[in-house]
């Protein structure tokens, strides 16, 4: 297939190099369109699930910042699957070569389908394609173990993308362009209770951001003014967040998975989740002693 063809059918940008197609007879590999990576629901897809595993690995001290990048060596897979299901896998630490690398990856892989249930066949992901840093495999791999092991992990519905497929046949590469659908159309009715408010939030009604800003720093003041301390930006003025966060996990105060970085960044949405955890819980308690007061009243 000739370059110009590639640019035309991947709708490449004119200083991309376009990738080279090399395919035995019978074999085909999917392209994302350029267009599907720069969707706000993929991009979202991405982060919910960096933000998650991150989350899930904290207490290792590691940190995805790449989906493609730093997922394929196995490396990440291997910790993952030991945090959700307390395998243990006969396996190097850290494999410094490629051959070590892709035989560690296919003992996870292997080790994954048997928790999932899943046939090799059936999965949307293989060795080559992890190892190879295919974005979309990866993120079949992801959202599958997110519904098994975390089904309630707000993740984005309908999430779906346009690819090209390049098939090698005897008369040379053929092409068909369709539609991939990452995760579900529609979630259930507890899927949506677990939906991030605060992604909805500044979605769709940015406007109430600030009033909410200032309800929670009126709570925060009001615990924190016995210490002499006072929060007059929450977007500045909590950043001493290592500890925290161990601490908020081991006592079960978050709601949703968060990233210490994005804390430390500056991230509103963030910020407020951690907060809305702490306030949430403070008011079921306080609820619960009212309760108990007026009952003996």
């Known amino acids: 297939m000739e370059s110009e063809c590639i640019y035309n059918l ?45 989350s899930s690995l904290f207490r290792e001290h590691i940190v995805v910042q790449n989906l493609e990048e730093d997922l394929f060596d196995g490396l990440v897979l291997h910790h993952l699957l030991q945090k959700l299901t307390s395998v243990t896998l006969d396996v190097e630490e850290i494999a410094l070569t490629a051959s070590n690398q892709k035989r560690k990856l296919a003992v996870v892989l292997e080790a994954l389908h048997q928790h999932l249930q899943l046939e090799e066949s059936a999965a949307k992901w293989n060795v080559e394609s992890i190892f190879n840093k295919d974005l979309l495999a990866t993120l079949h791999l992801l959202v599958a173990m997110a519904k098994h092991f975390q089904p309630d992990l707000p993740l984005p519905a309908n999430v779906q993308v346009e690819v090209v497929t390049i098939k090698s046949t005897k008369n040379g590469l053929k092409s068909e362009k369709s539609v991939e659908q990452i995760t579900d159309c529609n979630m259930d009715s507890d899927q949506q209770s677990k939906v991030d408010i605060f992604d909805e ?42 500890l925290a966060m161990e601490l908020l996990k081991d006592g079960d105060l978050l709601n949703y998975p968060v990233n210490p970085e994005d804390i430390t960044s500056g991230d509103p949405k963030a910020t407020l989740r951690v907060l809305y955890g702490l306030f949430s819980k403070y008011k079921m308690s306080e609820d619960s002693k009212e309760t108990k007061t007026e009952a003996g009243n």
């Open 10 to 54: 991947l709708q490449l940008p004119a200083n991309m190099e376009p990738p080279v197609v090399e395919l035995a007879q019978g074999e085909k590999k999917k392209y994302l369109q350029p267009d599907s990576r720069n969707n706000p629901e993929f991009k979202e897809l991405q982060k919910a699930l960096m933000e998650w595993i991150n």
């Open 201 to 242: 939030l500044f979605k769709l009604a940015p406007e109430k951001v600030n009033a909410v800003k200032e309800a929670i720093i009126k709570f925060v003041n009001k615990k924190m003014e016995r210490l002499g301390l006072s929060v007059q930006n929450i977007d500045t003025q909590l950043h001493n967040v290592n």
